[in-house]
C-alpha cells in the first residue's frame, strides 16, 4: 500500500512538473515570436497616441477668458493638420512592388520604401528567433517580413484614429471642473462692480434708515414729553373744576319746586 501511493505521489508530481514545463515554455515561446511586434508595432502606436493626445491637449485646454472656454475648432484644425503630416510622410508617393522575371513568375523579392527600415526590422527579428530555444522560431528567421513606410503609415494611422483620442479624453479628464471654476471666476469678475454697487447702495439705505430711526426716537421722546405735559395740565384742570365754588357738583341735590296740591295742604 505504501509503494503504491508513493508511485501515485510520484506520478503526480511529474504530471505537475510536464505540465508546469509546458505553460512557461508556451509563455517563452509567446515572448519570443511577440517580442518584434511589440517593439517595433506596439511601442510605435503607444508612443504615437501619446504624441497626438498630447498635442490635442495642448491644442483644446480650456483658456482662463470667455472665448476659450471651449476650444473645440482648435482640436479639430489640429487633428487634420496630424493627419496631414501621416499622410504626406507615410503614404505620399508610396511605392511596394513585387518583382517578377520574364515569364512573370514571382521571384520572392519586393520593392519597398525605407529599405533600410525594413532591414533593420529583419535583422533584429532573425536575431531575436535565431537565440531562442525553439526550432520553430529559428527556422521562421530565415524567413524575412515586409516593415516599411506603409506599416509605420497604418501603425501612426491607428493612432490617431484609436490610442490619440482615447489619451486626450484621458487627459481631459478634468476639463468639466477646470471649466466651472473659470466660469465662476468670470461670472465673480464680471459681476464685482454691480455688487460693489449694491453694497454700497445698501450701506446708504441702512445709514438713512439708521437716521430716520434715530429722528423718529427724538421725536417720539418729544411727543412722549408733551403727552405727560398734557395730562398733568389735565389733571390741574380737573382739580380745579372739582374746586370751584360755582360749579354745581354731581353730589349736591337740586330743590324740587311742590305741586299744587302739596301747597294747599301745607
Not at 149 to 175: C, H, Q, T, V
Not at 194 to 218: G, S
Not at 243 to 254: H, N
Request: hydrophobic residues 45%.
Amino acid at each position: 500500500m505504501g509503494s503504491k501511493s508513493g508511485n501515485e505521489h510520484a506520478e503526480n508530481f511529474l504530471l505537475f512538473a510536464i505540465v508546469g514545463g509546458l505553460f512557461l515554455a508556451g509563455i517563452l515561446y509567446v515572448f519570443y515570436l511577440f517580442l518584434p511586434y511589440l517593439i517595433f508595432y506596439i511601442m510605435p502606436f503607444v508612443v504615437g497616441s501619446m504624441a497626438v493626445g498630447f498635442v490635442l491637449r495642448t491644442a483644446g485646454e480650456p483658456g482662463e477668458s470667455v472665448y476659450s472656454l471651449s476650444r473645440y475648432r482648435a482640436v479639430v484644425i489640429t487633428y487634420a493638420f496630424c493627419l496631414l503630416i501621416v499622410g504626406v510622410t507615410f503614404f505620399n508617393g508610396i511605392t511596394r512592388a513585387v518583382v517578377t522575371d520574364k515569364k512573370g513568375n514571382l521571384t520572392g523579392q519586393v520593392v519597398l520604401d525605407w529599405p533600410r527600415v525594413n532591414q533593420y526590422f529583419n535583422q533584429w527579428r532573425s536575431s531575436t528567433y535565431a537565440g531562442s530555444p525553439f526550432d520553430g522560431l529559428k527556422r521562421a528567421a530565415q524567413t524575412g517580413v515586409i516593415y516599411d513606410r506603409l506599416e509605420l503609415g497604418w501603425i501612426f494611422l491607428m493612432s490617431l484614429f484609436l490610442g490619440g483620442p482615447a489619451f486626450y479624453y484621458w487627459l481631459s479628464r478634468n476639463d468639466p471642473e477646470k471649466v466651472n471654476m473659470i466660469v465662476e471666476g468670470l461670472v465673480d469678475e464680471r459681476t464685482k462692480s454691480k455688487r460693489d454697487q449694491l453694497r454700497h447702495k445698501e450701506d446708504n439705505l441702512n445709514q438713512i434708515i439708521e437716521t430716520n430711526k434715530a429722528a423718529l426716537k427724538v421725536r417720539i421722546g418729544d411727543l412722549e414729553e408733551v403727552r405727560v405735559k398734557l395730562l398733568a395740565e389735565n389733571q390741574v384742570l380737573k382739580a380745579k373744576l372739582e374746586f370751584a365754588p360755582d360749579i354745581p357738583r354731581p353730589s349736591e341735590s337740586v330743590k324740587k319746586e311742590g305741586g299744587v296740591l302739596d301747597s294747599d295742604l301745607f
